[in-house]
């Protein structure tokens, strides 16, 4: 079936660090991929989307680039703030009668001043 | 004002009991979703519904049955509780079940089972 596998654990940065968080996926169609971000306490929220090869998703100075050839979707952002800590998912979209939601299992970003 | 309500927030449970978590949204989806989330896992996969019919079921257990009483609506019974139940539980919408639809979750109902 589908699966996502992403940077596992925990990343620690300090301000102004740049990030990378490593996402590859696997999937017998062309989904739709897409990056969430959790703060704590709250539920998982849409960060992007890219939907076809090359294509880049941002929002908030992050980005991701959806590369078929190498199954990946980096999350990237050139500077990241403290308001930055969060888990951080990548997740597929459904596809080819998959009505389960692909979700990687998180990476937990955290921040230093 | 809040798109997705979850109630309650918190919830405690004695083991054996049952309790039913509340998922309303209003923002028009016509599919819902259940995910639950506990320090030993990840986000993890419960149930799809699209059109109040049931599309995928990744749950082993019986003891946890979705409710749709109105398409807006996915309640989630859970029977029989045992500690190892305690958990965040997340209701999500989307647009529909489609590649590209983004999903919207809820603020989560936290439950503990004593």
């Given at each position: 079936g589908d699966s996502v596998t992403q940077t596992e654990g925990q990343v620690a940065l300090s301000e102004e660090d740049f990030l990378t968080i490593h996402c590859n996926y696997s999937a017998s169609g062309y989904p739709a991929l897409f990056w969430y971000v959790q703060y704590p306490g709250e539920g998982p929220q849409f960060l992007f989307r890219?939907?076809?090869?090359?294509?880049?998703?941002?929002?908030?100075?992050?980005?991701?680039?959806?590369?078929?050839?190498?199954?990946?979707?980096?999350?990237?952002?050139a500077s990241v703030q403290e308001s930055d800590s969060?888990?951080?998912?990548?997740a597929l979209g459904t596809s080819g009668g998959n009505y389960k939601p692909?979700?990687?299992k998180g990476t937990s970003l955290v921040v230093h001043p | 004002d809040p798109k997705i309500i979850q109630k309650p927030k918190y919830l405690v449970a004695v083991t054996g009991s049952e309790k039913i978590l509340i998922c309303?949204?209003?923002l028009g989806h016509n599919a819902m979703y259940w995910y639950r989330q506990s320090a030993k896992k990840p986000l993890e996969f419960m149930f799809s519904y699209s059109y109040q019919k049931l599309m995928d079921n990744q749950t082993a257990s019986s003891r946890f049955q979705p409710q749709s009483s109105k398409k807006n609506h996915l309640d989630l019974q859970i029977t029989a509780l045992k500690p190892d139940d305690s958990a965040t539980y997340f209701c999500a919408s989307s647009q529909d079940q489609g590649n590209q639809d983004t999903q919207y979750f809820g603020p989560g109902t936290r439950l503990l089972v004593l």
């Amino acid at each position: 079936g589908d699966s996502v596998t992403q940077t596992e654990g925990q990343v620690a940065l300090s301000e102004e660090d740049f990030l990378t968080i490593h996402c590859n996926y696997s999937a017998s169609g062309y989904p739709a991929l897409f990056w969430y971000v959790q703060y704590p306490g709250e539920g998982p929220q849409f960060l992007f989307r890219a939907s076809r090869d090359k294509e880049k998703g941002s929002s908030r100075g992050f980005e991701a680039t959806y590369d078929k050839g190498t199954t990946s979707f980096h999350l990237r952002k050139a500077s990241v703030q403290e308001s930055d800590s969060a888990v951080y998912y990548c997740a597929l979209g459904t596809s080819g009668g998959n009505y389960k939601p692909t979700f990687g299992k998180g990476t937990s970003l955290v921040v230093h001043p | 004002d809040p798109k997705i309500i979850q109630k309650p927030k918190y919830l405690v449970a004695v083991t054996g009991s049952e309790k039913i978590l509340i998922c309303e949204q209003y923002l028009g989806h016509n599919a819902m979703y259940w995910y639950r989330q506990s320090a030993k896992k990840p986000l993890e996969f419960m149930f799809s519904y699209s059109y109040q019919k049931l599309m995928d079921n990744q749950t082993a257990s019986s003891r946890f049955q979705p409710q749709s009483s109105k398409k807006n609506h996915l309640d989630l019974q859970i029977t029989a509780l045992k500690p190892d139940d305690s958990a965040t539980y997340f209701c999500a919408s989307s647009q529909d079940q489609g590649n590209q639809d983004t999903q919207y979750f809820g603020p989560g109902t936290r439950l503990l089972v004593l």
